[in-house]
């Protein structure tokens, strides 16, 4: 699964989305239009020629579009607050932080443990607690401000593989750039369904009132109904359009998910289970179909016009190609014998330990993953489970989590340490100093690996703080990092990080878009950030040199570069950089990555000032991280 194809796809449906939705729309002008032409048209006066009606059929084209563009204007504004808006109006609610129910603390373990993984924000987590169907669905703007919700069916029914491979399936839509396409039709739809609730007021309202004062309710009752019906006969073809966007991003989500956990059991499985569930993925809220596009399965069991994903069987197949249909014969059998009363009592499952408590340290648990050829997805679960669990805990709420950055700001110098903890008194008062004061001594024990994914686990409770707070501890956390006159990788990483993505929750919409810059057009940017990499990846400027040109010679293939050591206060540059790079077009950021990951791996080392610098640079230009 290549992401920056499947962003292209994106781009494409987008564009295809506004045509077709633009044709849509002409289409229901025209046909109002008629319909009022005839109800309204005036017949010549004493002979005369007929009034001309084109000032009426301009007024009602000018209604027309408006009524449309403003309904659907207001639903799309109406999801300003992004995943959360969505899931929220699906009847989810927001998982606890600190939520100590087994099946929830394994939802957010998932969860947490994709987002490492692909270098984003851990996401917003939903539970749809009233839906026993196997569904899921990521919603927002970005990844800044993304949810991912599942239905109590996902946790009820599937085994932690297979909820592995649904999330990795919704992680997929999040970095693919899908769920900005998803809001967006979901206001389209709204757009054009409101003409046919506003036919239904035009006739109870304005209908009958008319005909009993003056006679005229036949024609005001006319175009009520023309409203009604041409309304519907959009929103037939909107489902249409719905339905081809969604069945597309479908199948190569889940060919995304399969490469993202390197297994094809865990998402098959899930698929499975919906084929013989009677329940199987159906919704019981009541705007399902507002959504079916952006969900895992099927909605519900509509007609095959409106089917937003690929049949189940098709869906399988293309993940297991041996898959025999008999197989879901034995697969409800077993599922009926799994829940039928036990006939004795089975031993005790062995005791396992929680989450950062009696695990081998860092080093042991990533060796072994790697030994094992692992792919990063299960060595972001090494890194989770090796964080303290005290530094874990405190990322769940608010202010221990602005304590968590901040600690993991705080100098190991004594002399530089009593200023910044000035700093942040002066910032936060003593109560917070205290706390990061208590949390450095654990912070000062992480390897470097993991103190970015430890500020990934605390962005969610991060975003609940006031803009104020955010922007007083992005502003004291810029002072701590400077205190010592100097910014180093691990404090660049967490500031840029961090600074970014905490504006984007703040406004989901203004959330960068696709560029379409030239990657020539940004040779000197290229030029700094493989630089920076290469010097920060080999222990002297001659190998840099050589990997900074490998990465260049994959970027501009057969042209000539000089290479210009970056400055010593790189950052700023690196920042304008970064920005820069982020307008480019998806072919121009593969090409880029391709480039930095041919310098990473000149020496045939993968350091993890390399790999924390990819993490930021992916994160900056809105890619996930390479497998």
């Known amino acids: 699964m290549d992401f920056f194809a499947q962003q292209a796809r994106v781009r494409g449906s987008s564009r295809r989305l506004v045509v077709l939705f633009a044709l849509a729309v002409v289409a229901i002008v025209v046909a109002i239009d008629a319909v009022v ?122 085994s932690r593989d297979e909820l592995q491979g649904v999330i990795a399936h919704e992680f997929s839509h999040v970095l693919n750039g899908d769920m900005r396409l998803n ?29 009993r004062r003056d006679g005229g309710g036949n024609q005001v009752w006319m175009i009520g109904l023309a409203l009604i019906v041409v309304g519907y006969i959009g929103y037939f073809f909107a489902r249409l359009i719905q339905a081809a966007v969604a069945r597309s991003r479908e199948s190569l989500a889940d060919a995304s998910a399969v490469q993202f956990t390197r297994q094809t059991d865990g998402i098959a499985g899930a698929l499975k289970k919906i084929a013989v569930l009677s329940e199987g993925s159906t919704l019981q809220a009541a705007n399902k179909q507002e959504v079916a596009h952006m969900l895992f399965g099927e909605a519900g069991r ?91 805990d405190a990322t769940r709420q608010p202010e221990s989590a602005l304590a968590v950055v901040l600690a993991l700001a705080m100098s190991v110098q004594e002399e530089i340490r009593r200023l910044q903890q000035r700093q942040v008194a002066d910032a936060f008062g003593d109560d917070v100093l205290d706390t990061v004061t208590a949390l450095t001594h654990e912070v000062a024990s ?52 961090l600074r970014m993505q905490l504006q984007e929750a703040q406004r989901p919409r203004q959330a960068p878009l696709d560029g379409s810059g030239k990657l020539t057009a940004r040779r000197d940017s290229v030029a700094l950030v493989c630089a920076v990499v290469a010097l920060y990846g080999n222990a002297d400027e001659t190998a840099a040199r050589r990997a900074w040109l490998l990465a260049m010679q994959s970027c501009f293939p057969n042209q000539t570069v000089t290479w210009q050591a970056p400055p010593a206060a790189w950052q700023t540059p690196f920042d304008n950089a970064l920005d820069q790079l982020d307008e480019l077009s998806p072919p121009a950021k593969e090409l880029l990555i391709q480039g930095l990951v041919h310098a990473i791996r000149a020496d045939e080392v993968i350091t993890t000032a390399e790999a924390e610098l990819l993490r930021v640079i992916c994160a900056s230009l809105h890619c996930p991280l390479p497998l």
């Open 302 to 392: 509509f007609n095959a016009l409106f089917a937003t994903h690929p049949p189940l069987l098709d869906r399988i197949r293309a993940l297991q190609p041996g898959f025999r249909e008999e197989e879901l014969a034995r697969l409800a059998s077993a599922m009926e014998a799994a829940t039928a009363p036990p006939l004795a009592t089975p031993p005790p499952a062995p005791a396992t330990a929680a989450p950062g408590m009696g695990m081998p340290p860092l080093p042991v648990l990533m060796g072994a993953a790697l030994a094992a050829g692992q792919p990063g997805f299960q060595r972001a679960g090494a890194v989770r489970r090796s964080l303290p669990q005290v530094l874990v």
């Open 183 to 211: 809001i967006r039709l979901m206001g389209l739809l709204f757009g054009i369904m409101v003409l046919a609730i506003v036919g239904q007021r035009v006739i109870w309202f304005g209908g009958g009132r008319s005909s």
């Open 446 to 497: 992480l390897v470097s690996e993991s103190r970015l994914p430890l500020a990934a686990l605390a962005f969610p409770a991060l975003k609940q703080l006031s803009e104020g707070r955010q922007k007083t501890l992005l502003d004291t956390l810029g002072a701590l990092v400077r205190a010592d006159g100097q910014v180093d990788l691990n404090e660049y990483g967490l500031t840029r990080l």
């Open 37 to 158: 032409w005839v109800a309204m048209g005036q017949r010549p006066v004493d002979g005369g020629p007929a009034p001309s009606n084109l000032p009426l059929l301009a007024t009602t084209t000018v209604v027309v579009l408006m009524g449309i563009g403003l309904s659907s204007l207001f639903r799309i504004m109406s999801l300003t607050g992004g995943g959360k808006k969505v899931a929220e109006s699906l009847g989810a609610v927001p998982v606890p932080p600190d939520t100590r129910e087994p099946m929830l603390r394994q939802l957010r373990n998932v969860i947490e443990e994709v987002a490492i993984a692909a270098g984003v924000p851990v996401p917003d987590i939903y539970l749809m607690p009233d839906e026993p169907g196997i569904n899921a669905f990521a919603a927002g703007y970005s990844a800044s401000d993304a949810a991912i919700c599942v239905t109590r069916g996902c946790l009820e029914q599937l």
